[in-house]
């Protein structure tokens, strides 16, 4: 059976029953589970997070530390060197030492990635819990927070709006609960929920049972109680999602796109290497464990960790900076995007706005019309909103804290149709003390004054007339202008009923119109300059009037000429919409769903889009963008929605952080293109070297472990500094330009990996070993000597340009005079040169095959490790002019 069906069957057969049976069944009361009934239930359902079980975690952990093609590479040369040296062998020849030292390095990389995986993994658990996530559940009579994950099937959930459902739910208990469920069903409408048994229909689908609630979908308005049904990947939101919810896609790509680059190399160059050693005699198994080793060389291996030991380091950093990255993958986000749309309120203007102008239709002050939007809002229970916010702050005002309080008594709520950001308003049903019934409604003018077929002033109905409305117009436009948000009340008396039904809602009498200060932050022009210096293009995407949103954009410095509107948008096709956005900086009224089509048309013309917003209106567009930004003060759905959370709602955090986000993505660029480049270098001389030289130019044991030598001193790299102009501008993420790269310096490094080899071959060998090259010399001793020789010159040399490389190529200035790196990657760089030099001077390097060089040889090494570094030096500029980059 689908897995979808399966969680049809299970969940759906609450929705007949009676709330009673239910607790029967689940073996629980209404006073909520003890801690001791929590426990068994976790045990028996799971906990509610999409990875399943905790110890799982750790197994998945193991499984990406050490399986991987780096370590079964390394694990078929084991088996390969247990065979030639150990079992094929006769018992005098024995000589297991090859086998030990690879699987030493299995366990060794195997560990050093599990150790960079589990601090990478705690450091996300300590920063998600700096954000204030929680669900209110009743447990053993008691109401308290706890983290969502906690969550166990039979637990009682207390939902408020502006609440993301945890999990999936039968609702017990309703007041004016309504949902949105855009995130399971993509349909934007707003439903009503309520807590009846159903009675058994089968056409019914899942989603339009009124009495359930699913995880991830959204409380609009009202407030509601639900026994959790299933929990994580058990719901019917969990069946959507994909198995390892934790990889944003555009990073996959980029990885991807990065082993593509690599696997093309080594598809060439191995078999080129396997028939050269075959063509020059090598034995099969031999070759294929030097081919093979080659093939582990060429792939820069510690990827995956130096990845995720640069982004935990980043989150860090940034966490310092208030900004919270919730997924870890986001962050290559933040170093490559280029534009950052966002909305207006609480962004570029203050998060509370104040009530200026209550007035009529014409423009005077009008206490009736502030009493009445009064009662609205008062009694709305949508989420908390800076419009209702301001309107219920008159409470206060001075002398007339009674007059509000006598309202709210003379009026009675009977039912309200709370905000929803398609239809821009809000109606509430009030009767007063005689009985008689009067719909109010509040919300955006031009929505509500269609509505309206009256107007009231001076105490009288009249007609709407066409006149009439033009001179209010010029009111409200003039108001509109200056920045002011404006909305309109309106009100109709009805018969007595307890329900708002839509029809009612027309021919109301428009009485007049609020408007609110919207004052643009004092911070937010100098951030806005701060973001285009960062050549990150600002764009306002905002429910509010095309005006207020102009004037606004006016002062803090964003284009504003032309603008594009929720009406307009509707007019156009995807291909017009996808040139307009590109031109366009402004867009205004918009709804949810137009929010969504422009960050889709920005990501379809190749942008890598954040989005910043703390409404529920905002969260198809978060979850749209390639890096959703939230802040701490957003409602909780909106929070969970985002990959990033702002403990600041200020643009000047978002600079720190993205300077920080370019910062780690050097970082993981800077191992990647340069250990790419010289191992493509490396391999490149083997392969010359194979041709023409009668043995290994390095044993496949050195190879692998020089490979783990340099990887082990790149693991400092995230730590490095990176230079100023490296964070100017967005970074990109992908192989598409370290072709080129390792196409320019590869090569260098071969130029004198060559030179190396005919010093040695020609000259430093034949010294050593009786004035004869290899093929003259007829003494076994005497060869391996010489082979001995040869290996270690040229694994000194490798690694020695391979690591001072890394100073050469880290910076596009001259190193160490214009830029330096930073001390710990000075101290781990050098000290890995000297170690490993002062390796082969020991006793145990003739166990790898490695031996003593005279210092006739370090002379030789100085000077080309001198020469390599000009020649890269000149490179760099060549390349840097014809590419305008470096790394
Ligand atoms: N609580 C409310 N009551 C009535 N009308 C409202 C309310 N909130 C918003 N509106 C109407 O809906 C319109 C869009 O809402 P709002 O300005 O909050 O959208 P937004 O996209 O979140 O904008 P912003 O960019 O300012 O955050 C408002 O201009 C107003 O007319
Ligand atoms: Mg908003």
Same mark, same amino acid.
């Given at each position: ?13 609450y929705?007949?029953r009676?709330?009673s ?9 209404g ?44 694990l078929?040369?084991g088996?390969?060197s247990l ?5 094929l ?64 099937v ?15 739910l ?10 949105s469920q855009a ?18 229909s ?47 896609q555009?990073?996959q ?21 396997f028939?050269l ?13 030097f ?10 291996e ?143 003018i ?10 009231e ?32 009340v ?33 911070t937010? *022009? #100098?951030?806005?300059?701060? @973001? %285009?210096r960062? =050549?990150?293009?600002?764009?306002i995407?905002? +429910?509010?009037?095309?005006d ?18 929720g009406a307009?948008?509707d007019?156009m ?9 590109e031109?366009i ?9 137009q ?57 000047g955090?978002?600079?720190q952080?993205?300077l920080?986000?370019? *910062? #780690?993505?050097?970082?993981? @660029? %800077?191992?990647? =293109? ?6 493509? +270098? ?5 392969v ?38 490296e ?6 993420w ?14 260098i ?7 190396t ?6 000259i ?35 690694m ?9 190529l ?42 003593k ?27 840097q002019?014809?590419?305008h980059?470096?790394?």
């Open positions: 059976m689908p897995k979808t069906t399966l969680i049809d069957c299970c969940i759906k057969k929705a007949y009676e709330v049976q239910i607790y029967q069944e689940l073996k629980i009361s006073e909520g589970l003890s801690q001791s009934q929590v426990e068994l239930m976790r045990e028996k359902y799971g906990i509610n997070s999409f990875s399943q079980r905790r110890n799982d975690t750790m197994l998945r952990l193991l499984r990406h530390a050490f399986i991987n093609p780096f370590n079964i590479i390394l078929v040369l088996i390969i065979a030639t040296d150990v079992v062998v006769s018992n005098f020849a024995r000589n297991a030492t090859t086998a030990v030292i690879i699987f030493s390095m299995i366990l060794i990389s195997g560990t050093i990635r599990l150790v960079q995986e589990l601090r990478a993994k705690n450091a996300s658990k300590q920063l998600n819990r700096l954000i204030h996530e929680s669900v209110t559940v009743r447990r053993a009579g008691e109401v308290k927070e706890v983290p969502a994950e906690e969550l166990v039979g637990d009682i959930v207390l939902l408020a709006a502006g609440d993301r459902v945890p999990a999936d039968r609702l017990t208990k309703v007041s004016d609960l309504f949902l995130a399971i069903t993509g349909e934007s409408a707003i439903l009503e929920k309520n807590a009846q048994a159903l009675s058994y089968n056409s019914e689908s899942l989603t339009q049972l009124e009495n359930l609630a699913f995880m991830a979908t959204t409380v609009i308005s009202g407030k509601g109680e639900g026994i959790v049904l299933a929990v994580g990947k058990d719901t019917l939101y969990g069946s959507f999602t994909k198995e390892d919810p934790d990889e944003k555009s990073f790509k980029g990885a991807n796109s990065i082993a593509w680059v690599m696997l093309r190399f080594i598809a060439v160059l191995i078999p080129i290497v028939i050693l075959q063509i020059t005699g090598g034995r099969w198994l031999k070759s294929f464990a081919a093979l080793s080659v093939a582990v060389g060429l792939m820069p510690m990827l995956p960790m130096v990845i995720t030991a640069c982004l935990a380091r980043g989150s860090l950093s940034m966490s310092k900076k208030q900004t919270i990255i919730k997924d870890i993958n986001a962050m290559q986000g933040f170093g490559s995007m280029d534009v950052l749309c966002m909305d207006k309120t609480g962004t570029l203007t203050n998060e509370s706005i104040l009530l200026e102008y209550y007035m009529d239709v014409l423009g005077n002050e009008s206490c009736q019309v502030l009493d009445f939007a009064f009662l609205n809002s008062a009694y709305h229970s949508g989420v908390c909103n800076p419009i209702d916010n301001a309107i219920l702050a008159c409470q206060t005002m001075r002398g007339h804290e009674q007059h509000f309080a006598d309202l709210l008594i003379q009026y009675r709520k009977e039912d309200e149709i709370p905000f929803d950001y398609s239809r821009k308003f809000v109606s509430t049903l009030v009767t007063d003390k005689n009985g008689e019934c009067q719909l109010i409604m509040k919300g955006n031009s929505q509500i004054v269609s509505r309206c077929s009256q107007v002033f001076h105490g009288e109905i009249l007609p709407m007339e066409k006149d009439r409305i033009s001179s209010v117009a010029s009111v409200v436009d003039e108001m509109q202008q200056d920045g002011m948000k404006v909305i309109a309106a009100r109709k008396k009805i018969e007595k009923q307890d329900q708002i039904i839509q029809t009612d809602e027309n021919n109301m009498i428009l009485m007049g119109y609020l408007a609110f200060f919207d004052a643009p932050k004092k937010a *022009k #100098t951030s806005v300059e701060a @973001l %285009k960062l =050549k990150v293009i600002p764009k995407l905002t +429910g509010d009037q095309a207020v949103a102009a004037s606004i954009c006016r002062r803090v410095g964003i284009p504003s000429e032309i603008i594009l509107t307009d948008l007019q096709m995807d291909n017009e919409l996808g040139k307009a956005v031109n900086h402004v867009f205004a009224e918009l709804t949810p769903g929010k969504v089509r422009i960050v889709s048309a920005l990501r379809q013309n190749g942008h890598t889009v954040g989005f910043l917003g703390d409404g529920i209106n905002d969260i198809p567009a978060l979850c749209e963008s390639n890096v959703g930004i939230s802040v701490d003060t957003a409602v909780d759905a909106a929070k969970d929605a985002a990959d990033v959370v702002l403990l600041q709602k200020d643009l955090v978002l600079e952080g993205i920080e986000g370019r *910062k #780690t993505f050097t970082n993981m @660029l %800077k191992y990647i =293109k340069i250990t790419a480049s010289s191992n493509f +270098g490396n391999i490149f001389s083997i010359c070297a194979s041709a023409f030289l009668p043995f290994l130019p390095m044993t496949s044991l050195q190879i692998l472990l020089l490979n783990l030598l340099y990887d082990i001193l790149c693991i400092i790299l995230p730590w490095d500094n990176v230079d100023e102009e964070t100017l501008s967005p970074r990109d992908s192989g598409k330009t370290l072709g080129r790269f390792m196409l320019f310096f590869g090569p490094s071969s130029l004198f990996d060559i030179v080899f005919l010093f040695l071959y020609y430093l060998c034949p010294m050593l070993c009786g004035g004869a090259t290899y093929l003259n010399l007829t003494d076994s001793v005497l060869q391996s000597q010489y082979i001995a020789l040869f290996q270690t010159g040229w694994f000194l040399e490798s020695w340009t391979q690591v001072l490389i890394l100073h050469f880290r910076t596009r200035k001259i190193p160490f005079v214009q830029s330096s790196p930073s001390i710990p990657v000075v101290c781990t760089t050098f000290a890995g040169i000297i170690t490993f030099t002062a390796l082969t001077f020991t006793k145990s390097a003739g166990v790898i095959g490695l031996t060089l005279p210092i006739m040889y370090f002379l030789f090494l100085f000077v080309v490790v001198l020469l390599y570094m000009l020649l890269t030096t000149v490179v760099k500029i060549v390349y002019k014809k590419y980059e470096l790394i």
